[in-house]
């Protein structure tokens, strides 16, 4: 807030005292006025109307200044937040009146948010430790179906361990969303192949293809990226998971690798149904599945994308796509180049 506007503000709030003084005036030119014997001429009142001026204007002048320091201490400045530091320094009641209600707010904000904090690393430390024990049914269910591999139709095995697979990518996306605010803590950035992360993510969806007669081909040189092979593999697995269940039966999913001055490319293009142009700017939002997530047989949960759009941003990977009702969609992770490393190297 610029000096300007403060005064102004300063003014303004104090129109009753102006209103005040001019009355105050008006009383006093009448009192001359009706005394008797007292002569009263205009160069008078204006002389009386200059005297009270000028002893208005200083004692405003002198509160404005008095009251300035304190306005600049509660006036938070770009990047600074009043949550963070207790008020100090009050010189008037009226400052001190205003400091501890603003240090009871800040004491109060300061607790509830060590509650939320306290709340979260529970619920956190609850659902780490839900997804590892489901896990362990999730992997004997597993074994237990391949035992009995040849004793039922393989239409149904193939039924049932895509279900499990499913589970399993269910229960994944939850450990992810639960670790998105402790990303930090747990990412290793070094050189790796994109083949050797896109490979075993498609080797992991080899039973949607053969259900649904799905062809793919990898188009392109193989590239070297700076990233975290762990996160990166679970991004391209959610992209992978979206273009299988919205690409028909025989459709084709093409991934394609490029690399310009700018940095790499990684594309993953499928001939599925497309995605609406009303849908496209929010598909990457939280929960979101749009006209084609509430088919009953793509059973979307809205987190896939929103958990790769979230994770790519902590890797500084774009991710951006484009659509075609009808034709497909492609999904672009764009690496970008780092000038730096490239150079030592």
């Not at 499990?164 to 747990?186: I, T």
């Not at 990898?218 to 269940?245: C, H, M, P, Y």
Request: hydrophobic share 40%.
């Amino acid at each position: 807030m610029t000096k300007w506007r403060v005064l102004r503000s300063f003014l303004k709030d104090r129109w009753l005292l102006f209103i005040g003084w001019l009355v105050f005036f008006v009383l006093t030119v009448l009192v001359f006025w009706l005394t008797p014997h007292s002569p009263m001429d205009w160069g008078t009142v204006g002389y009386l109307f200059l005297m009270q001026s000028v002893l208005m204007v200083f004692f405003l002048a002198i509160s404005y200044l008095s009251k300035r320091r304190f306005w600049q201490k509660i006036t938070p400045k770009p990047g600074d937040s009043l949550l963070q530091n207790y008020l100090q320094g009050a010189r008037s009641a009226e400052e001190e009146r205003i400091e501890s209600y603003i240090n009871q707010l800040i004491r109060e904000h300061q607790e509830l948010m060590q509650q939320v904090v306290s709340n979260q690393e529970e619920q956190k430390e609850y659902i780490d430790s839900w997804v590892h024990e489901i896990k362990v049914p999730l992997a004997a269910s597993r074994l237990l179906l391949h035992s009995i591999e040849f004793d039922i139709p393989d239409e149904k095995f193939i039924l049932l361990e895509n279900e499990l697979n499913r589970m399993n990518e269910y229960v994944e996306q939850v450990l992810y969303v639960a670790r998105l605010d402790s990303f930090s803590k747990d990412y290793l950035v070094q050189e790796i192949s994109l083949k050797a992360v896109v490979q075993p993510v498609l080797r992991s969806q080899a039973n949607y293809f053969i259900q649904k007669n799905l062809h793919y081909a990898v188009e392109g040189e193989d590239q070297q990226v700076l990233t975290d092979e762990k996160w990166l593999g679970f991004i391209f697995r959610q992209l992978v998971s979206n273009a299988v269940k919205y690409t028909p039966q025989n459709g084709q999913l093409t991934i394609r690798i490029e690399k310009d001055a700018q940095g790499t490319y990684l594309h993953l293009q499928d001939s599925g149904i497309g995605i609406p142009k009303e849908d496209m700017r929010r598909i990457f939002d939280k929960g979101f599945t749009g006209e084609n997530g509430r088919q009953t047989d793509t059973h979307s949960t809205g987190l896939g994308l929103f958990l790769a759009k979230s994770l790519a941003k902590e890797l500084g990977i774009e991710l951006t796509a484009s659509s075609t009702v009808g034709k497909g969609t492609t999904m672009t992770l764009f690496f970008p180049l780092l000038s730096y490393y490239e150079e030592k190297r």
